[in-house]
């Protein structure tokens, strides 16, 4: 079949994290929230099908967004709601982005960008983390085709951190705008909101799916200047997000203190895999996400990975060309932490 667009046709595609759907494993490969959802996401959820669903939802959440400008500091305006941050990833890069265009974005970082640049046609510029996962200057060289530069922060594989210093420092020299991937910013010791006003050039996406436990509801949303968001608006689908996630993502970001209960799960537990992993010989990335990224010296990461997948164990392998491999290991619940690393000690420790 031969209609396709050329570009669409040669290019791979985006290859999402292994979701079995048969068989028992102990998921760490995805960075999904371990623990059930907030109570009131459900109730809330049940009121929203109680009421019936013949009527199409709110075309802009707005709901939602009167909730998260208040817990965010912004006007509802500032808002942009989607079917989770990818939906927002993809609106954004359509706005922006047309075919022949440029748009950069760093190395190893989330794959998606690749695959949203290569559907507009565009060309990308890929800018590789040095060693100490810092971004060089060649990060905010100027260009003049470049339309939209995306930053995952912080970043996946690596769950690190750019300073919001030196964000702001990127955006006022790049020439275009600035989509700073906030996924995993509930896990992290700072982040990038404070920008928004100061610049409009950035924006910042968010989502659900980690730090609410909702990667199965799919609701994410994007912070900008107003003015940002009313162009954006034109582009996303009519009704984009369904009464059911509406309901259930205002109902999440209402219950703050489930919210930091469960985050603190979750650092803890990092805090005691990250250890771990380092007595078993692996070398640790400092992360500030729900994952840690790892190899070790002695065992092939690709090895390690088939070896745990056939003992029912799922983490993520991830290769990057001339760069390299590794691990990323999602922070699952302590009793699913502790059985991954008894299986992972008898694979790396020689009796």
Not at 60 to 84: H, K, M, Q, S
Not at 123 to 140: I, M, N, P, R, T
Not at 246 to 270: C, H, K, P, Y
């Amino acid at each position: 079949m031969n209609f396709f667009r050329s570009n669409i046709a040669a290019m791979a595609g985006y290859v999402p994290g292994e979701q079995p759907q048969g068989g028992k494993f102990i998921k760490l490969n995805t960075n999904e929230n371990p623990y059930p959802c907030s109570a009131k996401v459900r109730a809330a959820i049940g009121r929203a099908v109680q009421a019936g669903l013949q009527k199409y939802p709110d075309s802009t959440a707005t709901a939602f967004r009167i909730r998260a400008a208040e817990l965010y500091g912004v006007e509802p305006d500032w808002i942009l709601c989607g079917n989770g941050s990818d939906d927002i990833l993809t609106i954004v890069t359509r706005a922006f982005v047309d075919a022949g265009d440029h748009v950069r974005f760093s190395r190893p970082s989330y794959t998606l960008y690749q695959t949203l640049a290569e559907i507009q046609g565009a060309k990308c510029h890929v800018v590789d983390y040095q060693a100490d996962w810092s971004l060089g200057e060649d990060f905010a060289k100027h260009c003049d085709k470049l339309r939209l530069a995306y930053l995952a922060n912080p970043n996946s594989p690596s769950g690190t951190v750019i300073p919001p210093d030196k964000v702001a420092r990127i955006a006022d020299a790049l020439p275009c705008p600035l989509l700073v991937d906030e996924a995993y910013a509930d896990f992290a010791e700072t982040d990038c909101l404070g920008l928004v006003a100061a610049n409009e050039k950035i924006m910042v996406t968010r989502t659900l799916s980690k730090s609410y436990a909702l990667a199965g509801l799919r609701f994410g949303f994007l912070i900008a200047q107003p003015q940002v968001i009313r162009e954006l608006s034109k582009v996303k689908d009519s009704y984009n997000c369904d009464a059911l996630s509406i309901a259930g993502a205002t109902a999440a970001i209402d219950d703050q203190a489930w919210f930091e209960q469960t985050r603190a799960a979750v650092l803890s537990t990092r805090s005691k895999l990250a250890e771990q992993l380092k007595t078993l010989g692996f070398e640790c990335v400092e992360s500030q996400a729900n994952f840690v990224w790892c190899r070790h010296p002695s065992h092939p990461s690709e090895q390690l990975y088939q070896r745990l997948k056939a003992e029912g164990v799922l983490i993520r392998y991830l290769e990057f060309g001339d760069w390299g491999d590794g691990l990323r290991i999602t922070v699952g619940t302590d009793e699913q932490i502790d059985a991954f690393l008894a299986i992972l000690k008898a694979m790396v420790i020689r009796r």
